[in-house]
């Protein structure tokens, strides 16, 4: 296991947007974070109220957006507009192509996870959507919350990759069993995987299929980004 802090990330602060690079990005550039497999982008971002990203393009991407704090306002040329809120996540599938804006419409700081994943299919017709997902500390399971399986009840991307969530009460052990290597977040709090310390902000690499044994040492929160080999 591999522990990236959260202080050795690249950074970039524009005054509307506090921006922390888990990977090479825009000005930020490390030859040795360059992605880990499809996964290409995590972005651990701050938007100001009233701000956001104006209308810009993309395409052969899948884009996840899981909002931590705060609220997200997605409008794409494609006609879908929608409001995602702390805890929710949202995925625009680019394809072909397809041009966006991401604003913080609220009164108060957005704090979120950008997150982009090569698809295993090009130029499929852009999508967008959004799920709401239940808030409550989990006991024994993560959520699963993006999935590239479409019969999964979680959002879909064009990849063979997979998404899991949850808060964690304080003194919470689970066990969570990752079919591909994993790329995981702590969200927020302090936890222990495998015996590995990571607190708010850092993540961590796992190159292999692993079970991974999750203790909660205080009010914590977790994504794991599980992808498959290939690109590796």
């Known amino acids: 296991m591999n522990i990236i802090p959260y202080n050795n ?4 602060n524009y005054g509307w947007l506090n921006a922390h690079y ?34 810009h393009g993309h395409d052969n991407m899948e884009i996840i957006t899981y909002v931590r704090k705060g609220a997200i306002s997605h409008k794409d040329s494609h006609g879908n507009v929608g409001r995602t809120e ?8 680019a394809g ?36 709401k997902f239940p808030k409550e500390p ?8 993006v999935s590239g399986n479409p019969d999964d009840q979680a959002l879909h991307i064009h990849q063979d990759a997979a998404i899991y969530a949850g808060r964690l009460e304080a003194g919470t052990v689970l066990r969570h069993v990752s079919e591909k290597p994993s790329y995981i977040l702590a969200s927020d709090g302090k936890m222990t995987i495998n015996g590995n310390l990571i607190t708010k902000g850092d993540a961590a690499e796992v190159d292999e299929p692993e079970a991974l044994v999750i203790e909660a040492l205080e009010p914590s929160e977790v994504l794991i980004i599980e992808v498959p080999y290939n690109d590796r």
Do not use: C
């Open 86 to 93: 702390a805890g929710d996540v949202q995925v625009m599938s």
């Open 9 to 12: 990330l690249g950074k970039a």
């Open 96 to 131: 072909s192509g397809v041009v966006h804006s991401e604003y913080n419409l609220e009164d108060e700081d957005t704090q979120l996870y950008q997150i982009w994943i090569m698809p295993d299919k090009l130029d499929v017709s852009p999508a967008w959507a959004q799920m």
């Open 138 to 145: 989990v006991d024994d399971h993560l959520t699963l919350v």
């Open 22 to 55: 888990h990977f090479s990005f825009s000005r930020y550039y490390n030859p040795d974070r360059m992605g880990f497999g499809p996964l290409r982008v995590v972005n651990d971002d701050i938007v100001a109220a009233g701000k956001g990203f104006d209308p």
